[in-house]
Nanobody, 129 residues
Framework: QVQLVESGGGLVQAGGSLRLSCAAS????????LGWFRQAPGKEREFVAA?????????YYADSMKGRFTISGDNAKNTVYLQMNSLKPEDTAVYYC?????????????????????WGQGTQVTVSS
């Protein structure tokens, strides 16, 4: 089992920044990748970014997040971060961290929800205009 706990969400004005954290515990030594997804009210959960531990911390982003969001990880702390800059009201959503136990290549495979085995409870991000 892997437990994931997200933190760092909150209320921010448009143009501001937030840094989300996802702390993993349990069978983390065998996790292949960690990813971030988000879900806005009335919408499906969508991919944000992923980091592959097994592929030398290779990263992959949804096109709409490139240039504004940065995913990074600290393997020693079993923690992955999501730095979000230039936030927009449309970034308002619950942000979820997820862990995949299977190694896939290329890293873009981790954009698919069905490759993840464990999910966190989510952290709310609200961007005011």
């Amino acid at each position: 089992q892997v437990q994931l706990v997200e933190s760092g969400g909150g209320l921010v004005q448009a143009g501001g920044s937030l840094r989300l954290s996802c702390a993993a515990s349990g069978r983390t030594f065998s996790s292949a990748a960690l990813g971030w997804f988000r879900q806005a009210p009335g919408k499906e959960r969508e991919f944000v970014a992923a980091l592959s531990w097994r592929r030398r911390d290779s990263t992959y982003y949804a096109d709409s997040m490139k240039g504004r969001f940065t995913i990074s990880g600290d393997n020693a702390k079993n923690t992955v971060y999501l730095q979000m800059n230039s936030l927009k009201p449309e970034d308002t959503a619950v942000y979820y961290c997820a862990a995949a136990m299977t190694d896939y290549s290329p890293t873009s495979v981790y954009a698919r929800r069905n490759v993840y085995d464990y999910w966190g409870q989510g952290t709310q991000v609200t961007v005011s205009s």
